[in-house]
């Protein structure tokens, strides 16, 4: 099996050659954790935000839109808590001068745990053939079960630890266990410090803490305080959703792993406000329609898991992460959480503005409580790169790399070609994509054999190619080639349409999800 680094440095320098992902400024040697889309992941993050925004929007009548500014009163992040509490506790190792945070740095050493139970499942997997049973190997294993005692004792420990924002306990655990910084293998760190992760900058011309802004650390913020704009100028009801795709900055402290972890992201979140004492009903709802809807994707529902967050923030009384198998191991993909009414009632006290909903049925005011689920389009990106990059060995002993991308979410549906440059077979081609082009991206490649060409879509993830041959001259008829199975058929140019449709329409995944 491929080491997980290698698969990552694969997956960077893949969509790195076709377009996809490119260092930020890579003139200038780039900027650290920054990264641009390229012609096809533009193509690709475009595909992801539809797929999601036609779920969660138009597939509810309950959830609108919105689109607010990245720029928001300073008031705000006050509000939110943002100003005093969004901070990260931060580590250095003395000897490699690298910085990590301290509770990834314990997360990471529990983790190996989970990996011991993945390998003897394995094994007894190996041992047992057709007769294994995995529940009752997980409950009796003696090797399985002490490893999971220490994950459990540790999460624990962990848990009461920042519960209490206690850093002094953080290091203590950090060298009780001995862990060390993997570049310079020592563990000589200096104390836990608390680093607040919003980039602060100037409004206008005046200097000052008056003209201090943020960057928006998150989207919700934006929907907050347009609950009431939305709910009245819509005239919503409760349960209603508001939901929203926009950027976000963090000032992470180790931003590594490629878009994984980026200083500049994006979000696509929604806000979910329901009645008080409802909130948790909807939470449990909310969390199993969004890992249907990563599901439906159709990746394989092995690289799925839910993940109950053990540090509840500052603001939820639930929350739970759904965890991708990404190529560095399980990692968060989307929050999903129930916030109480903790924003609403805060922005309610520091604009003095009321921020109740007037429930009909019940006869009463109250400020709404709220269920979010927050995905970032980075990492949605990443996940499906990554688990859509498969290097295959053909029947011939050859080799291909292909793409293969859920075929709604390809940059380009479909690649016309000619056989050859002459004889009139461009025209014909040229013509075939005109008419295609009003429904799908399509892509004109004459050049190289169509050999070549096909192992080009391949790379890029392109579901079908379109080979106009001199018998489409006399009847009308094209080959048309599966990315996926490589199998090809005649068929006529006037069933293209059709045929394209049924594999890449966004409605094969909606009804899924
Ligand atoms: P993490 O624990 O990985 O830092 P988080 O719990 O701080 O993430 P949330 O505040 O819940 O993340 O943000 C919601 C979503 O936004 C995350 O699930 C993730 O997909 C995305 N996200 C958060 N931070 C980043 C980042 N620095 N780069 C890319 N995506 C991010």
Request: include cysteine.
């Amino acid at each position: 099996m491929e080491k997980r680094e290698d698969k990552l440095k694969e997956v960077i320098s893949h969509a790195k050659e076709y377009g996809y992902v490119f260092p930020s400024s890579e003139i200038y040697d780039g900027l650290a954790a920054t990264y641009d889309y390229g012609q096809l992941g533009a193509e690709l993050k475009k595909n992801i935000k539809d797929y999601w925004w036609t779920a969660m929007v138009q597939m509810h009548e309950e959830i609108v839109g919105i689109d607010a500014a990245i720029f928001m009163h300073p008031k705000t992040w006050k509000a939110s808590g943002h100003v005093d509490a969004f901070n990260d506790p931060l580590i250095d190792n003395k000897d490699s001068k690298k910085r990590y945070r301290a509770d990834v740095l314990v997360e990471e050493f529990i983790e190996k745990y989970r990996d011991k139970i993945k390998k003897e499942v394995e094994k007894g997997r190996k041992r047992f053939g057709a007769d294994f049973d995995e529940v009752q190997f997980l409950a009796t294993n003696p090797n399985v079960k002490r490893s999971q005692e220490k994950i459990d004792d540790l999460e624990d420990r962990l848990s009461k630890i920042l519960g209490a924002d206690d850093l002094e306990g953080l290091k203590a655990m950090i060298e009780e266990l001995n862990i060390v910084c993997p570049i310079s293998g020592t563990s000589n760190w200096t104390d836990v410090r608390q680093f607040n992760l919003m980039f602060a900058t100037e409004l206008g011309s005046v200097a000052g803490d008056a003209s201090t802004i943020y960057l928006r650390p998150e989207t919700a913020q934006g929907i907050f305080v347009n609950f009431l704009n939305v709910q009245k100028s819509g005239r919503m009801k409760i349960p209603f959703g508001i939901a929203q795709i926009g950027k976000a900055f963090r000032n992470e402290i180790v931003a590594r792993q490629f878009i994984f972890r980026m200083r500049e992201f994006e979000q696509m979140e929604m806000q979910y406000f329901v009645r008080p004492g409802e909130e948790l009903t909807w939470y449990e709802y909310w969390k199993d329609k969004r890992i249907k809807w990563h599901k439906a994707l159709g990746l394989g529902e092995e690289y799925y898991r839910y993940h109950d967050h053990i540090k509840l923030a500052h603001y939820a009384n639930a929350a739970a992460d759904i965890e991708f198998d990404f190529p560095m191991g399980y990692k968060e993909l989307e929050g999903i959480h129930s916030r109480t009414d903790f924003d609403l009632r805060k922005h309610e006290e520091f604009s003095g503005k009321k921020m109740q909903f007037f429930d009909p049925e019940l006869n009463k005011n109250y400020i709404p409580y709220v269920i979010e689920t927050s995905v970032g389009l980075d990492r949605m990106f990443l996940a499906v790169l990554s688990a859509s990059l498969k290097n295959e060995t053909l029947e011939d002993g050859s080799e291909r790399a292909v793409l293969s991308l859920p075929p709604a979410l390809a940059p380009y549906k479909v690649a016309v070609m000619p056989l050859t440059r002459k004889d009139g077979l461009p025209e014909k081609a040229r013509e075939i994509m005109n008419e295609l082009k009003f429904e799908f991206n399509c892509q004109y490649d004459e050049k190289d054999s169509p050999g070549k060409r096909y192992r080009r879509q391949d790379a890029i993830g392109t579901p079908y190619c379109v080979m106009v041959d001199h018998q489409t001259l006399e009847d009308n008829t094209v080959t048309i080639r599966d990315r996926d199975t490589m199998l090809q058929d005649r068929v006529k140019v006037d069933e293209l349409h059709s045929i394209i449709e049924g594999k890449v329409s966004l409605k094969n995944l909606l009804k899924l999800g």
